[in-house]
């Protein structure tokens, strides 16, 4: 469905310049031999790793048990662990964790992952995308980031506290959930909001989402906290004609009207605007910027109608797409048979729509700009939920900040809006504000996530551990 770790690497990468300055650059690379607590994390993530969740072939819900039973082992009771199906869907299932707090007045917090993957072919990869694999300093994998690095943090973090018997006052859940990578799957963080509220009920979740990027010669430049996504939202449209025999063409003509239409949407432009989020990221990263798309993105903070900084901030697809409601057609189907007049064409226009519109403003939109009353416009999903963006809430974002600031020293922290999606869209929708939070660190071609060989950096991946780890502990008091 999306990589939350690409499209923040690609926000990332709008902020980043060949001039960044060195005191903000982390050193990434090698790290030593691995701790014993290090090696029980690694026992959790490789097991995770290798536990094949495609939704083709695979079994969250195996995963899930397997976490359970690390959580059980490591002294959690088990009432308080909770693996969940559905009838319909038993492999798609979860578990959802409640470590008590101590505390009858601080509301609960939620550690939210997904353990399903995207899709991977043994045949087209160079290593077996189910079998870990460490080669120069990385762990190559399906899923070795998206998702199920964060998931087996998460976990090992309750495995941790189990075993340390630690007692923070503010109850802490988890619940990792399986159908986030396929649109149409069962989906387990969707079912929790709708059908178990009490189960995740928390003031606050962490997510996936934030993420570190790399400049790709061995350093961190930059850190980002997902602070809100758009609204995903599918379009139908249907332009339907009489047809008949291809030898005697009518100007009337279905391909004719649709591809009218598409050009229309394609040469639009949502209207430019800003909210909390995005306003503080152009501002951020302007002043780490010293080329003339700095420049351009600090008058845009100034005056959003800055024709001239808009011309040059729009040469950047990922600054482009954060500033505005964005609809792009991604499939078209039409016709019967070569030599007749097409009697149906179907495409399907994909919008990512700014925080603050719905739906239906869209599809008003989109009816204006076909302008043609042989082709129908409807949603091609009606029963997703709006996100809502959460505050900057300095209580959140300040521990985020300067524990940041401990374990990626002199690198900046940004809040970011992703232009995609994720599960977070199903706590937010139900109260539940949610975070992406600083993580794992990726180069500039995406680490092959959602594609081939698919690789996280050993030293990253027990970094973020560390410093989600000590986050947990902060927020939970």
Not at 109 to 120: K, N, Q
Not at 342 to 356: H, S, Y
Not at 419 to 432: K, P
């Amino acid at each position: 469905m999306k990589s939350s770790f690409l499209i923040a690497a690609s926000a990332i990468a709008a902020t980043m310049t060949a001039g960044a300055p060195v005191s903000a650059q982390v050193a990434t690379g090698e790290m030593g031999a691995l701790t014993p607590d290090q090696q029980q994390f690694f026992g959790l993530y490789k097991e995770l790793i290798e536990t094949n969740t495609t939704q083709s072939s695979g079994s969250c819900t195996q995963a899930a048990q397997q976490i359970a039973d690390r959580l059980t082992a490591a002294g959690m009771a088990p009432e308080n662990v909770t693996v969940f199906t559905v009838p319909e869907h038993p492999e798609d299932g979860g578990v959802v964790a409640v470590y008590p707090g101590t505390s009858s007045t601080e509301e609960p917090m939620l550690l939210l992952g997904h353990i399903d993957v995207v899709e991977a072919k043994r045949s087209d990869w160079e290593r077996d995308p189910f079998k870990l694999v460490e080669e120069n300093g990385y762990y190559y994998a399906r899923g070795a980031v998206d998702d199920k690095a964060m998931s087996a943090i998460w976990a090992d973090t309750l495995v941790r506290f189990a075993e340390a018997g630690y007692k923070p006052k503010r109850t802490v859940k988890m619940a990792l959930t399986c159908g986030e990578e396929t649109d149409t799957a069962f989906n387990g963080a969707q079912y929790l909001a709708n059908e178990k509220r009490d189960w995740i009920d928390a003031a606050f979740a962490l997510n996936e989402g934030g993420g570190g990027r790399t400049d790709g010669k061995g350093h961190l430049m930059v850190q980002t906290i997902q602070v809100g996504e758009k609204i995903y939202q599918d379009y139908k449209l249907v332009a339907t004609n009489p047809g008949g025999h291809s030898s005697q063409p009518v100007p009337n003509n279905a391909i004719y009207e649709m591809a009218g239409a598409l050009e229309r949407i394609g040469s639009y432009d949502f209207p430019a605007e800003f909210n909390d989020t995005t306003r503080a990221f152009f501002q951020k990263s302007a002043a780490m910027r010293k080329d003339e798309t700095g420049a351009a993105m600090k008058a845009l903070v100034n005056d959003l109608g800055d024709e001239d900084a808009m011309a040059i901030v729009n040469k950047d697809k990922a600054l482009h797409s954060m500033l505005r409601t964005t609809c792009v057609a991604t499939t078209i189907e039409g016709g019967h048979a070569v030599n007749a007049l097409p009697q149906r064409v179907e495409a399907n226009v994909n919008c990512r729509i700014f925080p603050g519109h719905t739906p239906e403003e869209v599809k008003e939109q989109l009816a204006k700009l076909v302008d043609d009353p042989n082709i129908t416009i409807t949603l091609a999903r009606e029963d997703k939920p709006l996100a809502k963006s959460p505050p900057l809430d300095p209580a959140l974002i300040g521990p985020m900040e300067t524990l940041a600031a401990k374990y990626f020293p002199g690198v900046p922290v940004l809040p970011s809006m992703s232009t995609g999606a994720t599960d977070g869209l199903y706590m937010s929708a139900v109260g539940i504000p949610t975070y992406g939070v600083p993580s794992v660190w990726g180069d500039p071609d995406g680490n092959g996530v959602h594609g081939l060989n698919e690789r996280v950096e050993v030293k990253a991946l027990y970094t973020a551990r560390d410093y989600l780890y000590d986050l947990v502990k902060t927020l939970a008091g």
